[in-house]
């Protein structure tokens, strides 16, 4: 047993270390270049690279979590499928994955997920989550400009006490990668800005090289990723496998560089 002894620092110092980090953090981050809303396998790969090109990426996500769904798979068994050329996405991060029949690659979820966050981090992403999309920021002109946030364990609140006015952050670009809800596009409809139509019935097939295709500025100011495309546009669900999402991510962040430059 080790006679090193931990340093002398007690609860008032965690305390304000927690409060002045966040806080520092969060002041830093209400102005980025591209806010990102949903933190699985399309936004993080997207933060990732847009980061590593020495843009503030900033990600938004309402669970406690990163990483959506890519930690648990299928059918809540935690492998994970990736399509070829994908699978050089999982080579780039380091990821362990094995050859099922020509083309399609297995891997585990938890692995290939946390390798997915440490490399969004270690590019320099921020994040906050438990945190809630509400709504755009919108400029005269129509075009996107931030977002409109609060805490998640607000919206589960009776309604009479709900009065918990949200905080908005700005952005040069904001990044829809919410997965089917398409939680950024769906409120610009409902805001009569733009109009979705709604993801269509599986077809792996179709799926991904669709979703790919369609990736980008859906809107002035806002580019959607993701299965988040397949609502918008209504292309075909892909299911559980997650190359699309990756090589989604990172047309997304070419798209966002393109229009940062």
Not at 57 to 67: C, D, K, Q, S, W
Not at 68 to 93: H, Q
Not at 117 to 137: L, P, Q, R, S
Request: charged content about 20%; overall charge negative; aromatic content about 6%.
């Amino acid at each position: 047993m080790s006679d090193e002894r931990f340093s002398a620092v007690g609860e008032k110092e965690v305390t304000r270390a927690i409060v002045q980090g966040f806080a520092k953090q969060f002041d830093e981050y209400i102005e980025s270049d591209v806010v990102i809303i949903g933190a699985g396998p399309a936004g993080l790969m997207a933060g990732k690279i847009i980061a590593e090109a020495g843009h503030k990426a900033f990600i938004i996500e309402r669970n406690n979590y990163l990483g959506g769904g890519f930690w648990i798979g299928g059918y809540l068994m935690n492998k994970v499928t990736v399509r070829s050329p994908a699978d050089r996405i999982l080579d780039e991060l380091g990821i362990p994955h094995e050859e099922a029949v020509p083309g399609l690659h297995v891997a585990d979820g938890p692995h290939a997920c946390s390798k997915l966050i440490a490399a969004a981090c270690d590019a320099g992403v921020k994040f906050a989550n438990m945190t809630v999309f509400e709504d755009v920021v919108l400029r005269e002109n129509g075009r996107v400009a931030g977002a409109v946030i609060n805490w998640s364990p607000i919206s589960a609140l009776p309604r009479q006490i709900t009065c918990v006015d949200p905080v908005a952050i700005e952005c040069k670009l904001l990044l829809d990668a919410t997965g089917h809800d398409a939680c950024v596009a769906r409120k610009l409809e409902e805001r009569g800005v733009m109009k979705t139509i709604g993801f269509g019935a599986m077809w792996v097939e179709q799926s991904e090289d669709a979703i790919v295709e369609h990736t980008g500025e859906c809107h002035p100011g806002l580019i959607v990723a993701g299965m988040a495309v397949s609502t918008v546009y209504g292309l075909p669900r892909m299911g559980p496998t997650f190359g699309g999402m990756l090589l989604s991510g990172v047309r997304a962040a070419q798209v966002a560089l393109e229009k940062l430059t």
